[in-house]
């Protein structure tokens, strides 16, 4: 059984990557990071994910980009936006899928793996950078010229199956394959308890995938 690293950060799309790589014979380690994000419920999310779907193993990674800020997830200086907005949106945090990519790499590395799955995806998302097709294909690329063991002959792939998926696509596939959405947390902005205030970017892409879908919409929302 080949075994494969999953970024695993406790949302949607992440749970569903998993569940994708499961079925696909992968023996899974799950990865997660805190990087000092707003709340710490989609890493409790990720945990009991990655129970529930039958991960490895689960390593949480502690870099704390809050020390430089320049995020709506990261500054608290900063409010996550409730409307929409033209351009990269504030949400966007500096360099975090090239940062979570290297760190996913280290660990296939000493694991012997030549397979990371991240759940990015350019349909229905909030216009980041790090989520294009062309920027997979350049970090592949560079995993592929930086490492002993692609050098020595064992490339990596870097799979993003989620890539082309509209998010109802995506709540459809994870659904078929028993994801249990009721478990994640999407939500920029949650509480303690991991409810979702419903409003941000996330939550309005995460509801509208269900609705779609024609899928129950299990989030758990804070009351208004």
């Known amino acids: 059984m080949n075994r494969a690293v999953i970024l695993l950060s406790g949302g949607l799309d992440s749970a569903t990557v998993l569940a994708m790589a499961r079925q696909q014979g992968y023996a899974c380690y799950a990865l997660s990071v805190n990087y000092g994000q707003r709340h710490h419920a989609e890493l409790d999310a990720a945990e009991r994910m990655a129970q529930v779907l039958g991960a490895r193993e689960h390593r949480v990674i502690h870099i704390d980009l809050a020390a430089f800020g320049g995020s709506a997830l990261t500054d608290r200086g900063i409010d996550v936006p409730e409307q929409g907005t033209t351009g990269i949106p504030l949400t966007y945090v500096p360099a975090r899928n090239t940062i979570m990519l290297s760190i996913a790499l280290a660990w296939a590395e000493v694991l012997q793996s030549q397979d990371i799955f991240i759940g990015v995806n350019a349909v229905d998302y909030s216009g980041y950078p790090d989520c294009r097709p062309e920027y997979i294909a350049a970090f592949e690329k560079m995993a592929n010229l930086a490492t002993k063991t692609a050098v020595e002959g064992k490339p990596f792939t870097l799979h993003a199956p989620l890539m082309h998926l509209s998010k109802a696509d995506i709540v459809r596939l994870g659904t078929e394959l028993g994801v249990d959405y009721s478990l994640t947390v999407s939500c920029y902005q949650a509480d303690v308890d991991g409810r979702a ?28």
């Not at 939550?203 to 009351?223: M, N, V």
């Open 197 to 224: 205030c419903g409003v941000c970017d996330s939550c309005k892409l995460r509801r509208t995938g269900f609705q779609t879908a024609g899928i129950a919409d299990p989030t758990r929302y804070r009351a208004a």
